[in-house]
């Protein structure tokens, strides 16, 4: 369905409709009614690109299984369980902001957009049940990861999930399960805080509308926005403007000539599933499984067996997998995007991650060439009697890593997510993807402390925000206070229908 509603001169532009602009547009209208809120979106849906339900695994990240957020401490073989801690606190930020949106009948249905799913995190091989076994010593000590289980019995672990076990040959395995993760359908709830932040006195939503431009004005922004359907080009004024383009903000941010930007770069990794409808298969799994890294894969390239609630419908999900491409965005991208984004500040840092990172390099030209015997071969690893006849390859989403010239001469590239703002404080963009939509409540309050502190700083704003989520400002507390976080997790799970 296109939008076609628009504001002159509003005070906040929101480009891009995805989870992020959908989280701060919703935030923002709640603690401040009066404010006027225009939201641009290319494409003619709504979270269409990396937010939509298909284009990503739909993880509620939560530190639960993922095995790249514990490193290994080579001195005594324990695990450092610093950044779980950290992943499960602002993933409840986000439940918490979601379970007062259902509780204030901002958004209705739940189960629409959140469902519980277990976590469980699944090994082979002696070496990796060591480390899992103190990955769970480590975690389940923390009242966070109490309910963590570990197991290294097949027919325990078959009973968590069935398809880990048959069919495998001997040897050494080990899980660990926690019933209380989630699948998240992201487009699911940034098209529901949208549809009530459309209905809002002061808010415009125009779809099928690509912003082309911005330049830096005494005031604020002016925006250049081309309308898809008829070609014409409009401009528009804001005081502030949120660049939640997903894969589109790095060419935006370069347009906006910020010296926050120069010499920020882009690489982007493509993502693929492998997919499997069979009703049969599809009922015996009830779990996101995820295992080790695979040789030189980025950390969020660690592949997952996941169940995925879309639309009502269950469906087994398998990868990513890698693939290579020059485009930022899937719907609306250009296959020039990421030749047009190199410039001069940037060329000599691109040239050098490339250089410093063979290994990555190798991992995506194999990633890009392999067949599905290949493909199968990964899937074997967490499924052993998997048959390729069951399942179908499709694309997952774009993600487009950030790249900075302050890593200096090697280049690294940067798997977590970036918040660019610009001196005076009136434009932010978000770059990067991981653990992304999740965190996408801490993300944008950082946006809000940044921007607009003035919201936050009165006793009537920290009330407003408080009855959004009630751990604000005292998020710190729930990894020592056990009664605060059970009190507010169970009135958010209860909200969310997770109980
Ligand atoms: C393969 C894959 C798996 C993932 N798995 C998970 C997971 O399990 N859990 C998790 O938490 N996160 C996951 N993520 C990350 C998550 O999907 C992203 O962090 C999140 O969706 C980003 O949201 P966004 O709003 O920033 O971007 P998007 O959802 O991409 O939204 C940006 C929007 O801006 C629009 N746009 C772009 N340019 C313009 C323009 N010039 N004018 C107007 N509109 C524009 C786009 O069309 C798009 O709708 C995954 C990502 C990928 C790619």
């Not at 047009?340 to 000599?348: G, I, R, Y």
């Not at 487009?400 to 940067?414: F, L, N, P």
């Not at 005076?424 to 939509?437: F, Q, T, Y």
Request: charged residues 20%; hydrophobic residues 40%.
């Amino acid at each position: 369905m296109r939008h076609s509603t628009h504001l002159n001169n509003p005070d906040v532009v929101l480009i891009g409709s995805g989870v992020m602009s959908s989280n701060l547009g919703a935030l923002l209208k709640r603690l401040q009614p009066d404010l006027s809120i225009q939201v641009y979106e290319v494409t003619e849906e709504l979270a269409q690109e990396s937010s939509h339900g298909w284009n990503n695994a739909g993880t509620g990240h939560a530190g639960i299984c993922e095995l790249s957020y514990t490193p290994k401490r080579e001195a005594d073989g324990s695990v450092n369980v610093t950044k779980v801690i950290e992943i499960f606190e602002q993933f409840e930020q986000s439940k918490l902001f979601w379970s007062y949106a259902v509780a204030s009948g901002m958004v209705d249905e739940p189960k629409e957009f959140i469902t519980p799913v277990q976590h469980l995190s699944f090994v082979h091989g002696q070496e990796q049940v060591d480390f899992l076994k103190a990955r769970h010593a480590g975690m389940s000590a923390h009242h966070f990861f109490a309910p963590l289980e570990y197991s290294t019995d097949r027919e325990t672990i078959g009973s968590w999930a069935p398809l880990l076990t048959e069919g495998r040959p001997s040897g050494p395995i080990a899980a660990t399960k926690m019933d209380a993760g989630t699948d998240v359908n992201f487009g699911a709830i940034s098209r529901k805080l949208l549809g009530w932040l459309g209905k809002q006195d002061g808010c415009g939503i125009a779809s099928g509308h690509r912003v082309t431009d911005l330049k830096k004005t005494e005031n604020g922004w002016l925006l250049t926005v081309k309308d898809l359907a008829t070609g014409a080009t409009f401009q528009n004024n804001a005081k502030f403007v949120f660049v939640g383009a997903g894969g589109g903000s790095l060419p935006l941010l370069q347009k906006s000539g910020i010296a926050e930007a120069k010499g920020l770069g882009g690489f982007p990794i493509g993502g693929q599933w492998l997919v499997c409808d069979n009703p049969e298969i599809v009922a015996r799994h009830q779990a996101k499984v995820y295992g080790q890294a695979l040789d030189a894969a980025p950390t969020m390239a660690v592949p997952h067996l996941d169940t995925r609630i879309l639309d009502g419908k269950k469906t087994l999900l398998f990868g990513p997998f890698a693939a290579w491409t020059t485009k930022f965005l899937h719907q609306k991208g250009s296959y020039l995007d990421l030749p047009l984004s190199v410039k001069p500040d940037n060329l000599a840092t691109l040239i050098n991650i490339g250089i410093h990172n063979l290994d990555l390099v190798k991992y995506l030209v194999q990633q890009g060439t392999q067949s599905m015997a290949d493909r199968m071969k990964v899937l074997h690893v967490f499924y052993p009697d998997a048959k390729p006849e069951d399942w179908k390859l499709i694309d997952a989403g774009i993600r487009v890593q950030a790249i900075k010239k302050t890593d200096g001469e090697a280049g690294i590239v940067h798997y977590g997510t970036e918040v660019i703002t610009d001196q005076d404080r009136s434009i932010s963009a978000l770059l990067g993807a991981s653990p992304g939509a999740s965190v996408c409540v801490n993300i944008v309050l950082e946006v809000i402390k940044t921007c607009f502190p003035q919201l936050l700083d009165t006793p009537q704003g920290l009330a407003r925000i408080r009855e959004m989520i009630p751990t604000f400002g005292i998020d710190t507390k729930l990894p020592e206070n056990e009664a605060l976080y059970r009190q507010h997790s169970q009135q958010a799970n209860q909200n969310l229908q997770l109980a």
